[in-house]
């Protein structure tokens, strides 16, 4: 060896060390590559198989499973509704069967006794059939009742035919969840297998077997045409009686040829001559040289987006940066800082006095103060100023700061100023609006206090009104409170003839004048309300004896009996009083306003103006009035008022002239009771048009009765009221009846007042006229009637009052008055008749003054329909004629 040449070949070595070491890496690198592919496509196989074998298994339960929850959504249905009926049943059945799914059929079993099935075609047989007599199914059905649990079982070969899977479930019901039977679903495995992707073309050879839990042979029961070759990839599925097992390999083996393979060792020989180390190397260097590039020009990025940011948040919100260095009074303004003070562009430094000197005024020494202590104390600066700009414009500004001391040790104080003006006229704006809402809400209050007062307030008298009332009965009533309570209820007298005479401005006049003398006399303690147009209430919570109240309802009528003056006019009015005292709770404040008015009541049937109070007597009264008006009620629904018939006789011949209606009233426990009883009653239940409508229609069927007896009679009268006579549907009803003229004659009381009658009544009474019934006027010489109104109503007869006829025989007056009302009526051509003819010598003397017709018990009584008839057809008066005529 030639040693001087040494060096030069380890020095000319070395420089080949790196081609050397890379040539040796790379040819490791190929055997490692070569290595490691054949393992990759070994894994790669093995990963597809699995890949694929999961991808069946995993379409396989979740089909299998979605089959189970459907049914399992109607078990827990049929849980909720184990009556559920097999109509109800089949529906959500069929709903279910529609869903895309491989149900097959299903059963309901409770106490393991099939009784429900669908669908029901082709499995009749299933129905009835007992779980715990059937050897195929007796295990399963026993081992979910003791489980407790979901069990599904398959494959199996079904009776039907085909191969299916059998899922049972526990059915529980009540409150105690108690065992009720169980339910089978068939799930077809032929489709099941199928919508899961198990075919014989697979991209893989797969077989599945099923391994019962209970130990055996495993069964397979899917295969395809490749068959799977040795070390197949392996997965379970648990279906809860037994196992499927399935097992997956290449198509063709885990050997298989890749065509790939030649390549890639191509590829490496190639890559082998192409690459060498300082290729590597010098890419290596210029790798890591552009890491670094990159990392710079991203920290650049990331810089200039966050300047970026903070200017845009800057310009956003109109913030304006400044910093300010103590020791040198150097002021830093940015732009947005010097539009706020006005500062001029080509100013380029600012100092501390350019801030002071826009400063408003009255904030100057403030603002100073503030800003001196946050320096000196070094904490945050955050006030509110004014400035003023070169225009004389005022802006509100509000600024932020922090102080700092930089790393020479200079202290600095950094912050923000912006303009608030906006927000402080919105805040002006909002206060003024506040203040303004304020005063409407008081002026609100007040209108509803003045509106509270007016409903509580009659608006005429300004006394409290009804509703007052009624509050205070209330508050007089709650918390039973025991103090007496009185009640003055004050109507006035004859006020309805101050508002018909001077009119309603008077009748006003004379209320507020009737308020101002209840104000003077009663006690500024009680309580005076006018609850109605001429009504007043008093309500005191004093001691009855000391208050006295009886005097004082006797002052209060004598005051208000005082003259009054009015429009120019003295006027006199009178007041009733009805007086109640409450001294205990047995009754409620409003009861005794009852009582107050029922006393009233009382006042005004003995004559009004005058005080009455309420007692045990009235309260009595008051229960029989209240109980007859029940009755008189119930008894005309129940038919029980009828007509008796007293008959009216020729002053000459004595033959029968007529018959009068009278009104009696059958009661089931009193027997026959007198109209001077009931009448009053119905008049103020106003019904009195109800009973002059019954005795009218009995009243004319006795007399068509009578006609078809062969017993005629010339009239009939009929007693009429004014609420009859004010009957809207009256002309019409008497036209219905077809009335023979002549035949009818209606009874006007004389006490109604025809001079103030108003046009309708008076319309009605001609109208009845032209139906041809004849008018009558009652109780003549005692009533309102004038010789006027017995001009304008021209009545067929004219009724002379009882009291008239009694003492015609022992006073020559009397004789003459009666005399002069028949002489009235002859020369109007009107008859006249005489009723209350008690005695024959009454009769003579009627028959002497010229009186036409007689009525009274000096011939008859009034009597029944039959009885009439009995009479009529006898002539038991005749006797009485003869006497007479004597």
């Not at 007509?643 to 002239?657: K, L, M, N, R, Y």
């Amino acid at each position: 060896m030639n040693t001087r040449n040494l060096p030069y070949f380890f020095k000319e070595l070395g420089y080949y060390v790196p081609a050397i070491v890379a040539t040796f890496a790379v040819l490791i690198a190929v055997f490692l590559a070569d290595t490691q592919k054949r393992r990759l496509e070994q894994e790669y196989l093995r990963s597809f198989t699995t890949e694929q074998l999961g991808l069946l298994r995993s379409r396989l339960e979740g089909n299998l499973l979605g089959n189970i929850k459907l049914v399992q959504g109607l078990v827990s249905t049929f849980e909720t509704e184990p009556n559920m009926l097999p109509a109800r049943f089949a529906d959500l059945a069929s709903r279910i069967f529609r869903e895309d799914n491989q149900l097959r059929s299903l059963a309901i079993a409770p106490d393991l006794v099939v009784s429900r099935v669908y669908p029901l075609q082709g499995n009749e047989a299933s129905l009835g059939l007992d779980y715990r007599k059937n050897e195929r199914q007796r295990a399963a059905a026993m081992q979910v009742m003791e489980q407790n649990r979901l069990i599904v079982t398959g494959p199996v070969e079904l009776v039907q035919g085909g191969r299916g899977v059998i899922a049972r479930y526990p059915i529980h019901t009540g409150t105690e969840n108690a065992f009720f039977g169980i339910a089978s679903a068939v799930i077809n495995l032929d489709k099941l297998l199928e919508s899961s992707g198990f075919k014989s073309d697979l991209p893989v050879a797969v077989s599945m077997s099923s391994l019962s839990k209970d130990g055996g042979e495993a069964q397979k029961f899917f295969q395809t045409d490749a068959a799977v070759d040795v070390e197949p990839v392996v997965m379970s599925i648990d279906i809860g009686h037994e196992v499927w097992v399935m097992s997956a390999s290449p198509l063709q083996g885990w050997g298989q040829p890749s065509h790939q393979f030649s390549l890639f060792r191509v590829g490496l020989a190639l890559l082998a001559v192409v690459i060498v180390v300082p290729m590597f190397w010098v890419g290596y260097l210029m790798k890591d040289r552009n890491r670094h590039i990159l990392i710079l020009q991203d920290r650049e990025d990331q810089l200039e987006t966050i300047s970026q940011r903070l200017q845009l948040a800057l310009d956003a919100s109109k913030v304006g940066v400044w910093e300010y260095d103590c020791a040198t009074k150097a002021l830093s303004w940015d732009a947005r800082m010097r539009t706020l003070y006005d500062v001029a562009p080509e100013q380029r430094i600012c100092r501390y006095d350019d801030w002071r000197n826009a400063l408003h005024p009255q904030d100057l020494e403030h603002a100073e103060q503030v800003f001196a202590k946050a320096v000196e104390a070094e904490e945050p600066y955050i006030t509110d100023f004014r400035v003023v700009g070169q225009d004389g414009s005022i802006r509100h500004i509000r600024a932020h700061g922090m102080t700092y001391r930089s790393s020479s040790g200079a202290k600095r104080i950094v912050g923000a100023n912006w303009d608030v003006t906006e927000d402080v006229r919105l805040q002006e704006e909002l206060l003024q609006a506040k203040l303004t809402a304020e005063a409407q809400n008081r002026a609100l209050e007040d209108a509803r206090l003045v509106l509270e007062h007016n409903s509580l307030h009659d608006a005429l008298t300004g006394l409290p009104n009804r509703r007052f009332l009624d509050h205070q009965l209330a508050l007089a009533g709650a918390n039973h409170d025991t103090l007496p309570l009185s009640l003055l209820h004050i109507d006035l007298d004859r006020f309805k003839d101050i508002n018909d005479t001077l009119g309603h401005a008077a009748g006003d006049e004379v209320l507020r004048q009737v308020a101002s003398v209840l104000r003077a006399h009663v006690p500024p303690e009680d309580f005076i309300a006018r609850i109605g147009g001429d009504e007043f209430v008093l309500l005191s919570r004093r001691d009855p004896p000391k208050a006295n109240f009886p005097l004082l309802s006797a002052q209060l009528v004598e005051a208000i009996s005082q003259p009054m003056t009015v429009a120019g006019h003295d006027c006199r009015i009178g007041a009733s009083v009805g007086l109640a005292i409450r001294y205990n709770c047995d009754e409620t404040p409003e009861q005794s306003l009852v009582n107050a008015d029922i006393a009233l009541y009382e006042a005004k049937r003995r004559g009004r103006n005058r005080v009455e109070a309420f007692n045990g007597e009235l309260r009595l009264r008051t229960v029989e009035v209240k109980r007859l008006s029940d009755d008189i009620l119930r008894g005309l629904e129940r038919g029980e008022f009828r007509p008796f018939f007293q008959p009216q006789f020729d002053a000459e011949t004595f033959e029968i002239a007529g018959v009068e209606a009278l009104a009696r009233w059958e009661h089931p426990t009193r027997g026959f009771v007198a109209p001077d009883v009931f009448l009053p009653i119905a008049e103020s239940l106003n019904i009195v048009a109800r009973i002059d409508e019954t005795i009218l229609d009995q009243a004319l069927f006795q007399a068509m009765r009578w006609e078809s007896q062969g017993l005629a009679i010339p009239c009939v009268s009929v007693n009429v009221s004014c609420q009859r006579l004010r009957d809207e549907q009256l002309i019409s009803k008497l036209k219905a009846m077809n009335i023979r003229p002549g035949s009818l004659t209606f009874e006007l009381l004389e006490s109604i007042s025809f001079d103030t009658a108003d046009e309708r009544l008076k319309q009605a009474i001609v109208e009845i006229k032209a139906l041809g019934i004849d008018i009558e006027l009652d109780d003549f010489g005692t009533g309102h009637a004038s010789i006027i109104s017995l001009l304008e109503l021209s009545p067929r007869r004219l009724k002379i009052d009882r009291r008239l006829v009694q003492p015609l025989l022992e006073s020559t007056a009397q004789q003459s008055l009666v005399r002069s009302i028949i002489d009235i009526g002859k020369v109007r051509g009107i008859e006249t008749v005489a009723e209350g003819v008690e005695t024959l010598a009454h009769a003579e003397q009627l028959r002497r003054l010229g009186c036409h017709v007689l009525q009274g018990y000096a011939f008859a009584k009034p009597m029944t329909a039959d009885e009439f008839v009995a009479f009529a057809k006898t002539r038991q008066w005749m006797p009485e004629r003869e006497r007479l005529y004597r």
